[in-house]
């Protein structure tokens, strides 16, 4: 079993619809990563939380740390949110990262 | 800010080639990372350093070598290339304090094919 988990694998919608985005982890945790892969290839980090909630624009991630469980919901999708989300955990000094979610929002 | 700066971008080696992939950050990050992602795979982690002249590896460091003279400058080598080194390589770094880790912030990338 993978330390981290991400579901669904692939997610397809319709521009406006609100997207949830679950990880799943096994291992204790300082800190869990979200990150935006765009379809160029380039990352960008979008959250990095240990506890409740963080929201940034139209994207909120929330943690529940004894259910070992993070969501990434985004409101109001828009096409150019198509991108894989990746979900990392950091234990000790390092991430470990999910297979990430690829994420396609239809005009 | 530059920010975390790699190259190149594109590489194609031959198998038993060497060559040193390069990372750069000018943000006085402490911490460096290289991971590599394999298509439609995640990001593994194959070295990181916690600050100049200090190195360990992560979960795939086989077939690898670092070093960190400087804080800004973070090079991976590929002694003798193979075809399971046929990746995408990303560079990250970040800054760790008193107060926890800091967001990690990523290189564009390399893109390297072994033949």
């Known amino acids: 079993k993978n330390e981290v988990e991400q579901s669904p694998q692939n997610l397809t919608a319709q521009e406006g619809e609100f997207i949830t985005i679950n990880c799943s982890y096994s291992v204790g945790i300082s800190a869990l990563h979200w990150l935006q892969q765009h379809p160029g290839g380039g990352i960008v980090s979008l959250f990095m939380l240990s506890s409740g909630k963080k929201k940034h624009g139209r994207l909120i991630a929330t943690i529940n740390i004894q259910e070992k469980h993070s969501s990434l919901h985004i409101t109001a999708s828009h096409p150019r949110d198509s991108a894989v989300y990746i979900c990392?955990?950091?234990?000790?000094?390092?991430?470990?990262f999910g297979q990430g979610t690829r994420l396609t929002i239809n005009p | 800010n530059a920010g975390v700066t790699q190259t190149p971008k594109f590489r194609i080696l031959k198998i038993g080639q060497s060559m040193t992939l390069q990372c750069a950050q000018d943000?006085?990050?402490?911490?460096m990372y290289w991971y590599r992602q394999d298509p439609g795979m995640g990001l593994k982690l194959i070295y990181y350093?916690?600050?100049?002249?200090?190195?360990d590896k992560g979960e795939v460091p086989n077939g690898y070598n670092v070093s960190r003279s400087t804080t800004e400058d973070f090079p991976l080598r590929l002694e003798l290339a193979a075809p399971s080194q046929t990746s995408v390589y990303f560079c990250?770094?970040?800054?760790?304090?008193?107060?926890?880790?800091?967001?990690?912030?990523f290189g564009p990338g390399t893109r390297l094919t072994v033949l």
């Open positions: 990392g955990v950091r234990g000790a000094q390092k991430l470990v």
């Open positions: 350093s916690v600050g100049a002249g200090i190195t």
């Open positions: 943000m006085n990050h402490n911490y």
């Open positions: 990250a770094s970040s800054y760790t304090g008193s107060t926890g880790t800091d967001t990690q912030y």
